[in-house]
């Protein structure tokens, strides 16, 4: 077992949810693995493939065992995890803390121990914890460290990745379980609403930091409305609003978990789940915390602003609102003063253009749910 942590910095994979509900098969993981290997989403980092919900029989076994359907996984879960680390992924599963999952299957309530030495025997890297159908006696943090405790025990390193939706003041006490990452908002639906709505929130609590990543869930990216699962496929989004929405997720640094199709992916989608700028700005060895710097006459635009390491900084301008608009950020905000010398040379990730050294400000006009990102260095004029 190693003593760093597993991801440190913000896992990135697939997770079968958004898209399959539980409409999910080994054929689907296999496949999927292929399709992500020979796309080059594997080499771009993405490396978690996860099974979510409805994987399981619907009771356990004699022994109190989870198993797999074996209608969906003919040959087993152990099968299912040799095929994707052959390929040179890792495998998530789903569990979850009460005595049923959200989709009605066997819960680890009482069964932790039993379940995290399964998922180990399984080949299991990742395990995904939901929170539905537990004791209301309980608290959250209370049975989050029972699977942790369980988890730091199996003989095997799997990645906690706990989803309780956010509540009970989880950023207080979530690094307490082990857990590397934590969900902090409800579930997230393949609408431009739901994605403003999750990106607002999280922006609210700026708390993501090295050790422990805070998750604003599965990527809609893609999905254009096709999903199975009646829970998240609205009507879906333009391509403007799904590179806002990756450009958002991956400069806040969320788990970057992709939730469409990646056999069918369109290829504009694929350009931009493997931009390069974006994802270097995303696995910033320092997994610096965002701030946000406010445009002036705008209350819908808003900067993001992200140190890296070496002294750059990422700047990704948000125009949430129904309109067009022109954003101006001045560079005071940033800390940078008229005096100081310095100026920003801008590179923008999205068109992969270098539009020059700026002094004092800097501005662009953008779309409606249009966003730009940049990747800035301090220079000397
Ligand atoms: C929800 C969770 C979703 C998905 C679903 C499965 O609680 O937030 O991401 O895992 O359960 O039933």
Redesign the pocket.
Known sequence: MQNQPLSPVPPMGWNS?NTFYDQISEELICETADAMADKGLLSAGYEYLII???WSMRERDQQGNLTADPEKFPHGMKYVADYVHAKGFKLGL?ACCGVR???GYPGSFEHEFQDAAQFAEWGVDYL?Y???HRPASIPSEILCRRMGMALRNCGRDILFAV?Q?GTENVREWIRSTGAQTF?STV?IQDSWKSIEKIALSRIEHPCSAPGCFDDM??LVAGMYGRGMNPETSMGGCTEEEYRTHFALWATLGSPLMIGCDVRTMPEEILALLTNRDLLSIHQDPECGSCYKAAVYGNPDAFVLVKPLRGGDYALGFFNFSDVPANLTLNFWDLGLSAVSGRGLRFHDCLSNQDPGIFTEQFSVKLPSHGCGVYRCQVVGL
Request: glycine residues 0%; aromatic residues 16%.
């Open positions: 949810w979510d919900d409805c789903y999952t959200c989709a995904k939901d929170n539905c989803c939706w969900r579930d869930d599965i």
